[in-house]
């Protein structure tokens, strides 16, 4: 039996950067994206230009460097939005743009409250429905590829959403996704939807139904498979299930399911290599800073791994005893080359190579020097470490400040105190200040060197691998007249990181604020 193509649509940089705490560069997310196309993903939605000028131009790149995949971008049922999503697409070979509107009867009172609207529940769908069919009649004068999200279908009055549906395909849509946007259904639920769809909106067969599933619940991935065993036939989802609140549905359990339970999903198939799954695993959840649990499905670091007495003895006897799917198909293999100071240039490029990274040659040249820095410090360089490198290399932030010295001395029963030295294109200054501990001191003395008090909203460390010499990843967010900033800084020395990221987020800040561009808090749908 020949079996259909369900496309997966990766929103890893879209949705999956919504994630709280979390902020890509451009630069970051062309390099994800050249993974994606390692991974062989049909869509790869590069993010919502409209929503910032970081967003723009990541999708403005993506579209002139990356080829394979479809590039997509994301609107509000906005002109101006789609506009500014087609400039930004201009390059792509392949594009589609996605456009969409709320449709629950909780979105529609909430996001459109006003009464220009309408005064009732009928009389804003009304209006709904026409924004909607305007939207994609415009996307029809740049592409034929074009995507509508009903937004919080999951919640929607049926009869509602059927017409909608069937007004914007009439309009030209060819990919209509129903959004469980708050992660609402249960799974025969969100299935029934489905079908359901498929049974009474009359010209659906003109168009591919798209499962778009959160996690609020942890039913993301069911959701999405009972879809596809209900009709739909293309799955929207994260690496690693990053995004916004809980998470959007992990794209490697989605694909393993179907891969490995062909049995149950007999009628379709992917086009993913899932060998690449592993890689792309670290790579976003480096990028990302956000570690992927030993217990993930599919990609953590103790999926494949056998502890207990009886497991052992029955997987070193027949390994199909405990073991539903080999490592080798997500790309994990054991033979890893252990670097450290003596590894060399060349050890390194390989590696990196392995590791999925396309670098410049200056970029790889700064990454060396700081490798040999850390391999002088620790006795073995992990991938994660190098990654974490990396990931501060390519993360270009204009340097309007410097951090060129920083001093802190703390200790039982002495008062923290830091002093720092700062460079700007024009001048030096020091400064020195006590804190309530060492990061508090730094980031006194880096406010008093640089003139600048942005409200820190938050703040966090991690220990990018384990040992006292691990690298320490600080991120943190900052504020300033209500818009946010997000820095991050790596170093061996956790309150150099520190200084690091506080400096970087205020670089960002500044040089948004020169640029009078808007702020880096995206735009809400
Ligand atoms: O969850 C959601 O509804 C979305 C849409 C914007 C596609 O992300
Ligand atoms: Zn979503």
């Known amino acids: 039996m020949s079996k259909e193509k369900v496309q997966i649509f990766d929103t890893t940089l879209r949705d999956g950067e919504q994630a709280a705490g979390t902020r890509l560069g451009a630069r970051e997310k062309v390099e994800i994206a050249r993974q994606l196309v390692r991974l062989n993903v049909d869509i790869i939605e590069a993010g919502f230009p409209a929503s910032s000028p970081e967003d723009f131009e990541a999708v403005r790149l993506i579209s002139e460097q990356i080829e394979g995949p479809v590039i997509c971008g994301l609107t509000r049922a906005i002109k101006n939005d789609i506009e500014v999503c087609q400039k930004a697409l201009k390059k792509a070979k392949k594009s589609r743009i996605h456009t969409g509107i709320g449709v629950s009867e909780i979105h529609i009172a909430g996001k459109f409250a006003n009464d220009k609207y309408g005064k009732t529940m009928g009389q804003k769908q009304a209006t709904i429905l026409k924004m909607a069919v305007e939207a994609v009649r415009h996307t029809t004068g740049y592409t034929d590829d074009i995507e509508f999200y009903a937004e919080d279908s999951g919640r929607a009055d049926r009869a509602f959403l059927?017409?909608?549906?069937?007004?914007?395909?009439?309009?030209?849509?060819?990919?209509?996704?129903?959004?469980d946007t708050t992660g609402y259904s249960m799974p025969e639920q969100y299935g029934a939807l489905i079908r359901d769809i498929r049974a009474n909106v009359p010209n659906i067969a003109k168009a591919t139904i798209s499962v778009h599933c959160h996690d609020d619940l942890g039913m993301a991935v069911a959701n999405s498979l009972a879809g596809v065993k209900n009709g739909a036939r293309q799955v929207e989802g994260t690496i690693n299930g990053v995004g916004e609140r809980a998470g959007n549905a992990a794209i490697e359990e989605v694909v393993m399911a179907i891969h490995t339970r062909?049995?149950?999903?007999?009628?379709?198939?992917?086009?993913?290599?899932?060998?690449?799954?592993?890689?792309?695993?670290?790579?976003?959840?480096?990028?990302?800073?956000?570690?992927?649990?030993?217990?993930?499905?599919?990609?953590?670091?103790?999926?494949?791994?056998?502890?207990?007495?009886?497991?052992?003895?029955?997987?070193?006897?027949?390994?199909?005893?405990?073991?539903?799917m080999r490592p080798e198909t997500i790309g994990l293999d054991e033979s890893r080359v252990v670097l450290t100071a003596r590894t060399g240039r060349?050890?390194?490029?390989?590696?990196?190579?392995?590791?999925?990274?396309?670098?410049?040659?200056?970029?790889?040249?700064?990454?060396?020097?700081?490798?040999?820095?850390?391999?002088?410090?620790?006795?073995?360089?992990?991938?994660?470490?190098?990654?974490?490198?990396?990931?501060?290399?390519?993360?270009?932030?204009?340097?309007?400040?410097?951090?060129?010295?920083?001093?802190?001395?703390?200790?039982?029963?002495?008062?923290?105190?830091?002093?720092?030295?700062?460079?700007?294109?024009?001048?030096?200054?020091?400064?020195?200040?006590?804190?309530?501990?060492?990061?508090?001191?730094?980031?006194?003395?880096?406010?008093?060197?640089?003139?600048?008090?942005?409200?820190?909203?938050?703040?966090?460390?991690?220990?990018?691998?384990?040992?006292?010499?691990?690298?320490?990843?600080?991120?943190?967010?900052?504020?300033?007249?209500?818009?946010?900033?997000?820095?991050?800084?790596?170093?061996?020395?956790?309150?150099?990181?520190?200084?690091?990221?506080?400096?970087?987020?205020?670089?960002?800040?500044?040089?948004?604020?020169?640029?009078?561009?808007?702020?880096?808090?995206?735009?809400?749908?």
């Open 346 to 525: 060349h050890g390194l490029q390989h590696r990196l190579k392995e590791m999925g990274y396309t670098l410049s040659k200056a970029e790889l040249d700064k990454t060396y020097e700081r490798f040999l820095a850390v391999a002088d410090k620790k006795t073995e360089v992990f991938d994660e470490d190098l990654a974490a490198i990396i990931s501060d290399e390519i993360h270009v932030v204009e340097q309007i400040y410097e951090l060129q010295y920083l001093h802190v001395s703390c200790g039982t029963g002495t008062l923290p105190t830091a002093s720092v030295r700062i460079k700007t294109k024009d001048e030096t200054k020091q400064a020195a200040a006590c804190g309530d501990g060492p990061v508090d001191a730094a980031y006194e003395a880096i406010k008093e060197a640089t003139g600048q008090s942005p409200k820190l909203e938050n703040y966090s460390i991690r220990a990018v691998t384990s040992g006292k010499e691990a690298l320490g990843e600080a991120t943190v967010r900052i504020t300033e007249d209500g818009r946010t900033f997000i820095g991050r800084g790596v170093s061996t020395d956790i309150i150099e990181a520190s200084a690091k990221a506080y400096v970087d987020a205020i670089n960002r800040m500044v040089s948004t604020k020169n640029k009078g561009q808007q702020p880096e808090l995206k735009v809400e749908l």
């Open 162 to 179: 059927y017409e909608i549906l069937e007004a914007v395909i009439d309009a030209g849509a060819t990919v209509v996704n129903i959004p």
């Open 262 to 324: 062909c049995d149950f999903f007999e009628e379709v198939e992917t086009n993913i290599n899932t060998r690449e799954f592993y890689r792309s695993s670290h790579m976003v959840a480096d990028m990302l800073g956000m570690p992927v649990p030993a217990n993930k499905a599919v990609v953590g670091r103790n999926a494949f791994a056998h502890s207990s007495g009886i497991h052992v003895d029955g997987f070193l006897k027949k390994r199909e005893t405990y073991e539903i």
